[in-house]
């Protein structure tokens, strides 16, 4: 087990290393000076000169890649150019936006799918499981910034329940928190539900496959009741896909909200990257995606160890 | 979605028939069937011709002579739907054939030679999926600038470890099979038997894959295009109409329901077609489910 873990470690390590010479060298190619373009057109050579010297724009890029390489491995991102404050700062600012918006998604998608996905298995091939699965399929294909939109446009346009976007903060007190979760709820729904679509569909197979196995029936045969055979011995037997795929949509939804952050207006994660790009703050831009690369190869692990602490089988065959 | 790596492949008459009674495919293959076509016809005829700005008619709601409305500049909306088909299709289209075209001979490559150069094509893949797929097609169209043909390769990219798996999976289920060690004894080489003996036995796998891949490409670009990262104005995108419908959702909702409505179809479509291709071809996989 432990030979398992550190292999799986070191491959961890070498996928961020490679992806850290792939962000920094594309990046360092772009047309585009970042001291020219936060001087402005009209800078006199001198001021340049100078900045580009304090930037360490003068140095030889394997030197800088390499600073930023272990800067990194300190825990040190770097400054922002245009916010002239350190990069890990502003993550962690925007990362009280980003996170709970992922968390209330992906609670609420889990919340959704899994009955979905359970009930659809237990009907399986009754009408109830083919409208289930009906309206999967068409979760599936709603774009959620469209979503979003129609969201917008019921609650916030029409019953004005709920702000049609801007996030002020987390305020102070339980008053503050709702707030803060008024502003988040529209975009958590529009996030949720794709992802719930394919979770559902999901569970449903994982739980179709294992419901077919001798012990359900041994279950089911020693006089349990269905219920208990469903959730006890189905759904557990079930979680190594389910947990697959709820490991991927973390992942995918603290990074992939960029769209929906632009829908809402949300000062999240995505928003800060996109900002970065359009003001070539590239030193931004390269520390938040080896940020979500780390948390995406961290993820990926987790659950791999999940899968040998479940099923001794997998720790030699990979 | 993955798919399995041990099938058996069908024989060919076969097909048909299940694929007809089908139900998921047929309904896929009619819905996909009828957005082409409208993405072709809007080639030789659209209702109304959209770089005629008439701001006299703008943001009208549904009506005979325009059933779907016009938008902020007076252009018919159907007409504009048309014509974006051309570049859904179009985008995801090519970002398919970028992922088929590296990723199948890099799969079928890993299978074939195995060791090294197996391993290094699985880490390999292991960086791409490492990144954040749409944050980082967001980054390519920004730095190399937006455009269909940036939105292309940036959601390319991303195919090509998605089809390098499926071949290698396939293929490594095919190598120790009979079939293939009676053409080594015939003295094949790898190359040979890769094109005559594998491709043709993986090609429902990958047929399945790429309409997947389809549709995801089609969401993709629609997004891309919302941020104003795809196609750019005058020509017309469902994405960017979306964009453009935001600000005026509280006047003018229909401006959003179509272009919206138009997506969702044609992802249905493609995604009821692939599940339909993978119950017809895959008699393993319709056995489980």
Redesign the interface.
């Known amino acids: 087990m432990t030979a398992f873990v550190l292999k799986r470690l070191a491959?961890g390590l070498?996928?961020?290393l490679?992806?850290s010479l792939?962000v920094f060298f594309v990046?360092e190619v772009?047309p585009g000076d970042p001291a020219r373009i936060m001087l402005g057109m009209n800078a006199s050579p001198e001021a340049l000169h100078a900045l580009r010297t304090e930037m360490g724009l003068d140095r030889p890029v394997a030197l800088r890649y390499l600073d930023w390489l272990f800067g990194m491995a300190r825990g040190d991102f770097g400054r922002s150019y245009t916010y002239s404050s350190p990069v890990l700062a502003l993550v962690a600012e925007r990362l009280a936006v980003s996170l709970p918006l992922a968390l209330m998604a992906l609670a609420l998608s889990t919340a959704i799918a899994i009955p979905v996905g359970i009930y659809a298995a237990a009907r399986h091939g009754r009408p109830s499981d083919t409208l289930a699965m009906g309206l999967a399929?068409?979760g599936?294909?709603?774009?959620n910034?469209?979503f979003a939109?129609?969201l917008?446009?019921v609650f916030a346009?029409g019953l004005r329940l709920l702000p049609a976007g801007g996030f002020s903060g987390w305020g102070v007190g339980l008053d503050g928190l709702w707030q803060g979760v008024k502003a988040l709820l529209l975009p958590a729904v529009s996030l949720a539900l794709p992802q719930a679509a394919i979770l559902a569909r999901v569970t449903r197979?994982a739980m179709?496959?294992v419901l077919?196995e001798d012990y359900i029936r041994t279950a089911r045969a020693k006089g349990l009741p269905r219920r208990k055979v469903l959730w006890r011995h189905g759904l557990r037997n079930a979680m190594i896909p389910v947990l697959t795929i709820l490991g991927l949509q973390f992942?995918?939804l603290?990074?992939?909200t960029?769209?929906i952050e632009?829908?809402f207006y949300l000062p999240g994660l995505?928003r800060l990257?996109?900002q970065a790009?359009?003001q070539r703050d590239l030193i931004v831009?390269e520390g938040v995606?080896m940020l979500?690369?780390a948390a995406?190869?961290l993820i990926?692990l987790l659950v791999d160890i999940c899968y040998a602490v479940v099923d001794p089988r997998l720790r030699s065959s990979r | 979605m993955s798919l399995d790596s041990t099938f058996t492949p069908v024989p060919e008459r076969h097909v048909l028939a299940k694929a007809l009674a089908n139900r998921s495919f047929l309904v896929g293959l009619v819905i996909t069937g009828l957005v082409a076509a409208m993405a072709l016809v809007s080639f030789f005829w659209t209702p109304y011709d959209i770089t005629r700005l008439a701001v006299a008619e703008r943001m009208q709601g549904l009506s005979l002579a325009h059933p779907f409305g016009t938008d902020h500049m007076g252009r018919d909306i159907l007409s504009m739907i048309m014509i974006g088909a051309r570049n859904s299709i179009a985008v995801a289209i090519v970002a398919v054939g970028i992922g088929m075209g590296l990723g199948v001979p890099l799969g079928a490559l890993a299978a074939a030679r195995g060791g090294w150069a197996d391993e290094a094509l699985m880490r390999v893949n292991d960086v791409v999926f490492a990144f954040p797929a749409l944050l980082t097609a967001v980054m390519i169209t920004a730095i190399f600038g937006p455009g269909a043909v940036n939105a292309i390769i940036a959601i390319g990219i991303f195919n090509v470890p998605v089809f390098a798996r499926v071949a290698r999976a396939g293929a490594l289920s095919l190598w120790p099979r009979e079939f293939v060690l009676a053409a080594r004894a015939a003295g094949k080489g790898a190359v040979l038997i890769t094109v005559e003996h594998i491709l043709p036995n993986i090609a429902s796998l990958l047929l399945v894959q790429g309409t997947i891949q389809f549709a995801l490409g089609i969401l993709a670009e629609a997004g891309l295009s919302y941020l104003g990262l795809g196609a750019q104005p005058p020509m017309p995108s469902w994405g960017r109409m979306l964009f453009d419908a935001q600000t005026r959702m509280a006047v003018a909702p229909h401006l959003a329901l179509f272009p919206g409505l138009a997506i969702v179809i044609t992802v249905l479509g493609l995604n009821l077609l692939g599940d339909g291709l993978r119950d017809v071809l895959d008699p393993r996989i319709r056995r489980e489910r």
Do not use: R
């Open positions: 491959v070498l996928t961020l490679a992806a792939v990046l772009l399929q068409v599936v294909a709603i774009p910034f469209w939109m129609l917008v446009y346009v197979s179709l496959e077919g992942a995918f603290l990074a992939g960029i769209i632009n829908v995505g990257v996109f790009i359009s831009v995606v979500l690369v995406i190869v990926n």
